[in-house]
C-alpha cells in the first residue's frame, strides 16, 4: 500500500502498487477484490483511476462504523503495508457498432452468404471488425478464461459466449 489518506471525515484515498505480478491490465469498469486481513472476506472496489501499465491503482473507499475492510482501512493499514487482492473483474464494453455502420445489411449479407454455405440455427457471422478492437489497441485486448462476450444484432437476437481455458488435445 502506498497511501491512505483522508478525502473527507468518511472517505478515504487508497493507493496500491502491485508486487506481484507487478502489472495487471484494466479496463474502466472494472473492480479489484481486496482480502480482510485474519479474515477469510473479501471486498470488491472499482478502480479509480485509469488503466496504466505501472501497476498503480487508486481507490476512493467510504468508512462504513462497523465495516469489515473500511475499519480495517481507517485503523490499522499504513503504508508499506502489503494486502492480498484479487483483480481484474467485472465487465466493460469494448467497442459498440450498429448495423447502419455495415455496407450490406444483415439481411442482404445473410441472402448471399447462404448461396454459398448451409447456415445453421445458431451460426454467427463475424462481418467485420469495428473501429476500436483489441489487437489495434495498446496495449492489445483479448479475452481470458472467465469473461463473457456478447455480440448482437438490433432486432434479429444475440450470442453470448463464455470464454473457457483450451483443454490439451
Not at 1 to 12: F, G, I, S, Y
Not at 67 to 90: C, H, I, M, N
Not at 132 to 153: C, E, N
Request: aromatic share 8%.
Amino acid at each position: 500500500m502506498v497511501a491512505n489518506e483522508p478525502v473527507t471525515h468518511d472517505l478515504r484515498h487508497l493507493v496500491v502498487q502491485l508486487v506481484e505480478p507487478d502489472e495487471i491490465k484494466f479496463f474502466p469498469g472494472q473492480y479489484m477484490d481486496f482480502v480482510v486481513p485474519g479474515t477469510e472476506e473479501s471486498r470488491s472496489f472499482s478502480m479509480a483511476n485509469t488503466p496504466n501499465r505501472d501497476g498503480v491503482f487508486e481507490f476512493v473507499i467510504k468508512i462504513y462504523p462497523g465495516g469489515l475492510f473500511s475499519e480495517f482501512l481507517a485503523e490499522k493499514v499504513q503504508p508499506g503495508d502489503r494486502l492480498q487482492v484479487e483483480a481484474p473483474f467485472g465487465t466493460f464494453t469494448l467497442r459498440e457498432s450498429r448495423t447502419s455502420d455495415l455496407v450490406f445489411p444483415p439481411a442482404e449479407l445473410l441472402a448471399y452468404i447462404s448461396q454459398i454455405i448451409t447456415l445453421q440455427p445458431g451460426d454467427l457471422l463475424a462481418t467485420g471488425t469495428p473501429g476500436g478492437v483489441g489487437s489495434a489497441r495498446d496495449p492489445k485486448v483479448f479475452l481470458r478464461p472467465g469473461q463473457t462476450m456478447r455480440t448482437a444484432i438490433e432486432g434479429l437476437g444475440e450470442c453470448v459466449n463464455l470464454c473457457v481455458t483450451e483443454e490439451p488435445a
